[in-house]
């Protein structure tokens, strides 16, 4: 049975080394090959940064066709296809290719993985001429109306996973003490913008997908460097603001159903509240089982999903405008939640799905790839 800790397994049970082995293994073999880059290596002449800020712009927001020079206007769920997304993409690459490496070392023990996911971290973290600044001051802009917005920060959910594989990379060996040492400062150096920037506040007091996209990286990036008190105020927030607001008593999100992409909206904030429920409750505090006086939870909010990620076909509101077949991936929702609950047909389920994407907007919107690193 796998180990959990946190709460009762129940009788449900996976293997997920020997599930994912063979992929795990194809892809990092891959991977071998790349060399980082980081966002130094392109640079926007939109971007109000310098060149080791990240930059990135809004994907709703649009040319107005009455006013085809001035201020972009929004079209919820539309992506332009014009925007700057080069930053975005190298962050996302990092967040594919280090923790299938980190995987493959903890799987085979083979040192070459091991140590070019180090020379990722290293370019990213630690060296001066590609690392990159510790804040996403100019994330999500948008021409004519910000240099840079507070919604810009769910840009990093592609670190949340990098953060999980560090730990098994340093196990190798592959990152000195002092690299290592400069990694985690360059994450405490992030959270503690992300917890008192006034972008950062932005964005922890967004009601939706952004706001619980905000705690979990935080928990995410708490856990990383040792910040326990961050992590019993990340606990405390998934209580009082995130479950209240965001999850009905029959556990449907609506702040996500009435948007454009529902049922994308839907998984994607499930797959964060299960994320940060799995690292929080691992350390102490347990999420998984807390549920308000009228029965809003993670469990209701599982409960709800599971059928339409059974059969898509049964989902009982507007489909996504964009994207709606290329969902549901191998969502952890129901890998974290099958095994908090004991639930083995989440699980048989989840086993099932696809686990992988060449899909930007998969790729941008399922973040939780490797299981091995979590199980």
Request: charged content about 25%; aromatic content about 12%; glycine content about 6%.
């Amino acid at each position: 049975m796998v180990a959990f800790p946190g709460f009762s397994l129940g009788k449900a049970t996976i293997d997920v080394s020997a599930l994912d082995r063979s992929r795990v293994l194809g892809d990092a073999r891959k991977f071998l090959a790349g060399k980082p880059v980081t966002p130094a290596a392109v640079r926007s002449p939109r971007s109000a940064g310098g060149p080791n800020d990240f930059f990135s712009e809004g994907d709703y927001w649009w040319p107005d066709p009455k006013n085809p020079g001035g201020p972009y206007i929004r079209r919820d769920g539309m992506t332009n296809p014009d925007n700057f997304v080069e930053h975005r993409n190298c962050l996302m690459r990092l967040s594919v290719e280090v923790p299938a490496l980190a995987a493959a070392w903890k799987l085979t023990r083979e040192r070459r993985y091991a140590a070019h996911a180090a020379a990722h971290l290293r370019a990213w973290f630690v060296t001066a001429a590609s690392r990159m600044n510790p804040n996403l001051q100019f994330a999500q802009a948008i021409h004519g109306r910000s240099t840079g917005r507070g919604t810009g920060i769910i840009d990093t959910i592609h670190l949340v996973e990098v953060a999980r594989a560090i730990p098994v990379i340093a196990e190798s060996g592959a990152l000195s003490s002092d690299q290592l040492a400069r990694v985690k400062q360059w994450f405490s150096t992030y959270v503690e913008w992300m917890t008192e920037s006034r972008n950062g506040i932005e964005e922890r007091d967004a009601r939706n997908n952004h706001g619980t996209c905000w705690v979990m990286q935080v928990a995410a990036f708490a856990e990383f460097t040792g910040n326990r008190k961050l992590i019993k105020e990340c606990a405390d927030r998934f209580r009082f603001a995130i479950v209240p607001s965001q999850i009905d008593p029959d556990g449907s999100q609506p702040l996500e159903v009435t948007r454009t992409k529902p049922y994308a909206y839907c998984l994607f904030n499930l797959e964060a509240l299960a994320t940060l429920c799995r690292i929080v409750s691992a350390n102490g505090h347990d999420l998984w089982n807390f549920q308000t006086a009228d029965g809003r939870g993670v469990r209701k909010a599982i409960e709800y999903m599971f059928p339409f990620i059974a059969d898509k076909k049964a989902w009982k509101h507007l489909p996504d405008v964009m994207y709606f077949d290329e969902w549901p991936m191998r969502q952890e929702a129901l890998l974290f939640g099958g095994l908090a609950y004991g639930r083995q047909d989440y699980l048989d389920v989840w086993r099932k799905l696809p686990a992988g994407s060449n899909v930007d907007e998969v790729v941008r919107n399922y973040f939780i790839r490797q299981p091995v690193l979590w199980i």
